[in-house]
């Protein structure tokens, strides 16, 4: 009688895959392809064959359960994006840092979100004094600058620029000017000095129920080759008037500037609870 070689009626699992075996069609093996462990199945007998390379099978086996790879991430808060040619890490941001495009338009980072950054905010001092000072908010790292103040106070402003070193310029070194609108009063003109010690923000006394507004720009105030000026709108209420404000100031000498110092001009308390501000920068 002939004999019919009916071959293997099922398929035999020959543990993970050894490069010096002499495999058959139907053995199923495991094997590490780089991080990935999956299962294969022999196709054309094989030895010293790795069942894949690359994520792509031999031409002599094919994947049965194909693995995945261990997620790269590591801390709560991480995501995984496609790098060069795998999935890859990529670490939480920040606080206050937005997901972003990089600069070379192939990647995901984080960084500063829209035109400007917040640098710093906060309130006047605590217990109450005649002055707060905004250090260490200028740098190379911004060009341009906004100050945002609400003082409420019957008081005017009066400011200073504080400069690389620390100190605080109050020679006679600045020269403002500005011009002004009051209603209830027929009295709207201009304001200006030269060579005075201090530069003026809001020029006329704002109130504790009603508090003077002021918005001043900056463009580059820590470069050693300019002089700091800065431009500013503001409001503010005096007695039964309401003010509207617009104003430039500058320090006629050329020097790194990292902050300001702002005053009142009366000597009225200025205090965590009557003073706020925001700094935001922006790059060109």
């Not at 994520?55 to 997620?71: C, E, I, L, P, R």
Request: with cysteine; charged share 15%.
């Amino acid at each position: 009688m002939a004999t019919i070689d009916l071959g293997k009626i099922k398929q035999v699992f020959r543990g993970t895959y050894n490069n010096a075996t002499a495999y058959a069609v139907d053995d199923l093996v495991e094997f590490t392809d780089g991080s990935v462990t999956s299962t294969y199945i022999c196709t054309t007998a094989s030895t010293g064959n790795n069942p894949s390379s690359g994520g792509t099978a031999h031409a002599n086996w094919a994947y049965v359960a194909k693995g995945q790879n261990a997620s790269p991430t590591t801390t709560q808060g991480d995501i995984i994006v496609r790098g060069a040619s795998a999935d890859g890490r990529l670490a939480i941001g920040a606080a206050g840092k937005a997901l972003k495009v990089n600069s070379s338009a192939n990647g995901l980072e984080y960084g500063d979100a829209g035109a400007w950054t917040v640098i710093a905010s906060g309130s006047g001092p605590n217990p109450a004094s005649t002055s707060v000072s905004i250090d260490n908010i200028f740098s190379d790292t911004y060009q341009f600058y906004k100050i945002f103040y609400s003082f409420a106070q019957d008081d005017w402003v009066k400011g200073r620029y504080i400069k690389a070193d620390g100190s605080i310029e109050s020679g006679n070194v600045y020269v403002w000017t500005g011009q002004y609108s009051r209603q209830n009063a027929d009295d709207d003109g201009d304001y200006g000095s030269t060579n005075a010690n201090y530069a003026v923000y809001g020029y006329w006394d704002a109130a504790d129920d009603n508090p003077g507004y002021c918005e001043i720009s900056f463009y580059h105030p820590y470069s050693s080759s300019k002089e700091t000026s800065d431009f500013i709108n503001a409001q503010m209420t005096s007695v039964s008037r309401v003010v509207w404000q617009s104003g430039m100031n500058c320090n006629m000498n050329a020097y790194s500037v990292r902050g300001i110092q702002f005053l009142s001009a009366n000597g009225d308390s200025v205090s965590s609870t009557n003073f706020k501000y925001l700094v935001l920068g922006a790059k060109i």
